[in-house]
């Protein structure tokens, strides 16, 4: 699998790797793989031959405080809600909190994927039953008002 090179990038690793081998000198090389010359005397210069990162040293959001980024965090490691219930829940807490900004947040704190429950790996079918049999399940849904239970009844014919 190759490496995802930024929009800009005129080199591969490839290529880079040959700059950094070749005894050529840098006017050929730039002419050879059509790229400036100061190109060839960066990744010369380097170890590597991937890009280097761009942007702050230490990421932050420009929205949220690091009071309320702490909230978010806790919020969603405490609760384990998908995105949109945690924004939902924290709009009011957090009224500039938009949900670009909390996806930024949580991905930037490593929160922004939930667990895969293990239960979805073992699908089975479901089994047969007499006709006439019903099945009733219970779900309790939190919201703002309180709670409110559901009721769920499947007729297995």
């Excluded at 081998?21 to 002419?31: F, I, M, N, V």
């Excluded at 704190?109 to 073992?122: A, W």
């Amino acid at each position: 699998m190759g490496s995802v090179l930024h929009g800009s990038a005129r080199t591969t690793p490839r290529v880079r790797a040959e700059l950094q081998a070749s005894q050529e000198s840098s006017r050929a090389l730039a002419a050879r793989y059509g790229v400036n010359p100061k190109t060839v005397r960066k990744w010369r210069k380097r170890a590597t031959t991937a890009d280097a990162p761009m942007g702050p040293k230490v990421p932050k959001s420009t929205v949220l405080t690091p009071a309320e980024e702490a909230i978010v965090v806790a919020f969603r490691q405490k609760t384990m809600l998908p995105l949109d219930d945690v924004l939902g829940c924290l709009r009011d807490t957090i009224p500039n909190l938009s949900r670009s900004a909390l996806h930024r947040c949580l991905q930037r704190h490593g929160v922004s994927r939930l667990p895969v429950e293990e239960t979805k790996q073992q699908r089975k079918r479901f089994k047969t039953y007499e006709i006439g049999y019903v099945h009733i399940d219970s779900c309790e849904l939190r919201h703002a008002d309180g709670k409110l239970i559901m009721f769920l009844a499947i007729d297995r014919s």
